[in-house]
């Protein structure tokens, strides 16, 4: 037995001295090279081989880095042996395949294998571009049966992964137009902080069944490349959010925002001063952004026409010549705002609306009857979301987030309570938030506090639609009790009438003379 081990620890001494005496010959390029070759040798009637390079001649090849962002997902899952990077301006990190290192993809049921090849690079010639000494690459083996099934769709399917990765992964920023139309240190209109809002659609308070209509709706724009370009359309879209203060209009808009990965730009209509000066804040934002004009009912007098007196002339398609702002029958140039409402309907839908791509309009109003409707159209507010009051689907989303409530946690009898008086009460979104989040280290206290202000804010909203409705009535008696009088004794209707006009007439007179 004693004679056993120590032949047996003699040839491992032996194979340990082949072995380096291998490595030493022969160094691990050559030898993973000769694996390759081993492996070819065997499997050359069932494989093809594609071979995507670092370099393409003297440029880089975009695929190269489209395959490594979309081998960082799957390395960072199934892979043994990683490689960890961060590039700039990126929030997270990334996974990837070590040196001549492998991995196993799956891709319509068809299996396919990467190698990640690194070798040295042979002494460079004189070159105006050094190269890496490193030779990067991959190798994607596949069956030659699957080849056709696969190959294209598969590489396109790589890009459009790689994209939306590097998309999540950088960072993205808030922009907003300088104040007065002045320009920063780089000659940009648009001052930026990074995005950081937290809101996803996840935590937004509103009905799941218009919050997935949402979704698609951004989703189908997102990968709608294809279809805008086949229809002859601008890859742009619009949405209204309209309704009460404090019913999630900026934090859906955030969540947005997170949901596509687009930068967001807050446009500040008051500070831009001219329609020419509009043109250019848009000719200067990117594509995949969201550009964001809140409560546009306020900023400047944009006002519903249909409602308005003025006798101005008017476009072709209903459009006035001259719409001031805010600011008066300002010219501009002494700082007086004066876009017009043509200024902005090209803004959102004309001819400089497409000098960029993938952008949406998200505009913002408490009040959508004061809006023109030449806004209100397709193709300028393409999608109108209402920003109810919390309802019930709504109110569990706040309780989940709040209180950690989930459907098992909630009392039967309280959430039927609730249930029953939620939607009399007609509480905002944020009011129900702001009491929660006073009561959420006692969740108890939390439901029974909500489910009293609740009671109370259903009373309320009771007796002043009872209000209302008492004044509706007794205007509109008045109303019929004036008219049958003036049937009766026309004469005496328009002898007071004409009493009337003459003394707001003297009123008027004395008024000026004073």
Same mark, same amino acid.
């Given at each position: 037995?004693?004679?056993?081990?120590?032949?047996?620890?003699?040839?491992?001494?032996?194979?340990?001295?082949?072995?380096?005496?291998?490595?030493?010959?022969?160094?691990?390029?050559?030898?993973?090279?000769?694996?390759?070759?081993?492996?070819?040798?065997?499997?050359?009637?069932?494989?093809?081989?594609?071979?995507?390079? &670092?370099?393409?001649?003297?440029?880089?090849?975009?695929?190269?880095?489209?395959?490594?962002?979309?081998?960082?997902?799957?390395?960072?899952?199934?892979?043994?042996?990683?490689?960890?990077?961060?590039?700039?301006?990126?929030?997270?990190?990334?996974?990837?395949?070590?040196?001549?290192?492998?991995?196993?993809?799956?891709?319509?049921?068809?299996?396919?294998?990467?190698?990640?090849?690194?070798?040295?690079?042979? $002494?460079?010639?004189?070159?105006?571009?050094?190269?890496?000494?490193?030779?990067?690459?991959?190798?994607?083996?596949?069956?030659?049966?699957?080849?056709?099934?696969?190959?294209?769709?598969?590489?396109?399917?790589?890009?459009?992964?790689?994209?939306?990765?590097?998309?999540?992964?950088?960072?993205?920023?808030?922009?907003?137009?300088?104040?007065?139309?002045?320009?920063?240190?780089?000659?940009?209109?648009?001052?930026?902080?990074?995005?950081?809002?937290?809101?996803?659609?996840?935590?937004?308070?509103?009905?799941?069944?218009?919050?997935?209509?949402?979704?698609?709706?951004?989703?189908?724009? $997102?990968?709608?490349?294809?279809?805008?370009?086949?229809?002859?359309?601008?890859?742009?879209?619009?949405?209204?959010?309209?309704?009460?203060?404090?019913?999630?209009?900026?934090?859906?808009?955030?969540?947005?925002?997170?949901?596509?990965?687009?930068?967001?730009?807050?446009?500040?209509?008051?500070?831009?001063?001219?329609?020419?000066?509009?043109?250019?804040?848009?000719?200067?934002?990117?594509?995949?952004?969201?550009?964001?004009?809140?409560?546009?009912?306020?900023?400047?007098?944009?006002?519903?026409?249909?409602?308005?007196?003025?006798?101005?002339?008017?476009?072709?398609?209903?459009?006035?010549?001259?719409?001031?702002?805010?600011?008066?029958?300002?010219?501009? &140039?002494?700082?007086?705002?004066?876009?017009?409402?043509?200024?902005?309907?090209?803004?959102?839908?004309?001819?400089?609306?497409?000098?960029?791509?993938?952008?949406?309009?998200?505009?913002?109003?408490?009040?959508?009857?004061?809006?023109?409707?030449?806004?209100?159209?397709?193709?300028?507010?393409?999608?109108?979301?209402?920003? $109810?009051?919390?309802?019930?689907?709504?109110?569990?989303?706040?309780?989940?987030?709040?209180?950690?409530?989930?459907?098992?946690?909630?009392?039967?009898?309280?959430?039927?309570?609730?249930?029953?008086?939620?939607?009399?009460?007609?509480?905002?979104?944020?009011?129900?938030?702001?009491?929660?989040?006073?009561?959420?280290?006692?969740?108890?206290?939390?439901?029974?506090?909500?489910?009293?202000?609740?009671?109370?804010?259903?009373?309320?909203?009771?007796?002043?639609?009872?209000? $209302?409705?008492?004044?509706?009535?007794?205007?509109?008696?008045?109303?019929?009790?004036?008219?049958?009088?003036?049937? &009766?004794?026309?004469?005496?209707?328009?002898?007071?009438?004409?009493?009337?006009?003459?003394?707001?007439?003297?009123?008027?007179? &004395?008024?000026?003379?004073?």
């Amino acid at each position: 037995m004693k004679e056993f081990w120590s032949s047996l620890a003699s040839l491992l001494g032996v194979l340990a001295f082949c072995q380096s005496i291998l490595h030493a010959v022969f160094p691990p390029e050559l030898r993973f090279a000769a694996l390759k070759l081993f492996k070819r040798l065997f499997n050359c009637s069932s494989y093809c081989y594609f071979d995507i390079t &670092e370099i393409d001649g003297v440029n880089t090849n975009e695929l190269y880095n489209a395959v490594q962002l979309y081998l960082s997902s799957s390395a960072s899952i199934t892979g043994s042996r990683l490689s960890l990077t961060r590039a700039l301006n990126s929030s997270s990190t990334t996974f990837g395949l070590s040196n001549n290192d492998s991995l196993v993809d799956t891709f319509n049921g068809v299996s396919v294998l990467w190698e990640h090849v690194v070798t040295q690079r042979q $002494s460079q010639t004189f070159s105006w571009r050094p190269l890496p000494e490193e030779k990067r690459g991959f190798t994607l083996r596949i069956k030659k049966g699957d080849k056709h099934l696969i190959l294209n769709s598969y590489l396109d399917y790589i890009t459009e992964k790689a994209n939306d990765i590097r998309r999540k992964n950088q960072e993205r920023f808030l922009y907003t137009n300088s104040r007065g139309g002045s320009l920063d240190s780089r000659g940009h209109p648009w001052e930026s902080v990074p995005f950081k809002h937290p809101s996803t659609f996840d935590t937004l308070a509103m009905d799941p069944t218009t919050k997935k209509e949402i979704m698609d709706d951004l989703r189908d724009f $997102s990968n709608g490349q294809t279809f805008y370009q086949k229809t002859g359309r601008a890859w742009k879209r619009g949405y209204l959010l309209y309704g009460p203060p404090g019913t999630g209009k900026s934090s859906m808009i955030a969540a947005m925002a997170n949901f596509l990965g687009y930068d967001v730009y807050d446009l500040e209509l008051t500070e831009v001063h001219t329609n020419s000066e509009l043109r250019k804040l848009l000719m200067k934002t990117s594509s995949k952004s969201i550009i964001v004009i809140e409560d546009i009912d306020c900023s400047i007098n944009l006002g519903n026409r249909k409602k308005s007196n003025s006798g101005g002339r008017q476009g072709y398609d209903g459009t006035p010549h001259e719409m001031r702002g805010g600011g008066g029958a300002g010219t501009g &140039e002494d700082g007086v705002n004066s876009i017009t409402l043509s200024g902005l309907l090209n803004f959102t839908d004309g001819l400089w609306s497409c000098c960029g791509s993938e952008r949406i309009f998200v505009f913002t109003t408490n009040h959508i009857e004061k809006l023109d409707p030449a806004l209100l159209r397709s193709g300028r507010m393409d999608m109108h979301i209402f920003m $109810s009051y919390c309802t019930f689907p709504a109110l569990k989303i706040l309780l989940q987030n709040y209180l950690g409530f989930s459907e098992p946690d909630m009392g039967l009898q309280i959430m039927e309570e609730i249930e029953a008086v939620i939607d009399k009460a007609q509480m905002t979104p944020a009011d129900i938030s702001e009491l929660l989040i006073k009561n959420r280290r006692h969740k108890d206290k939390a439901l029974s506090e909500l489910l009293e202000a609740l009671r109370n804010m259903a009373e309320r909203r009771k007796k002043e639609n009872w209000r $209302s409705a008492r004044e509706k009535n007794s205007t509109e008696v008045e109303e019929e009790e004036q008219e049958k009088r003036a049937l &009766e004794n026309p004469k005496q209707g328009c002898d007071e009438e004409f009493e009337e006009s003459c003394k707001k007439e003297e009123d008027d007179d &004395e008024e000026k003379l004073n």
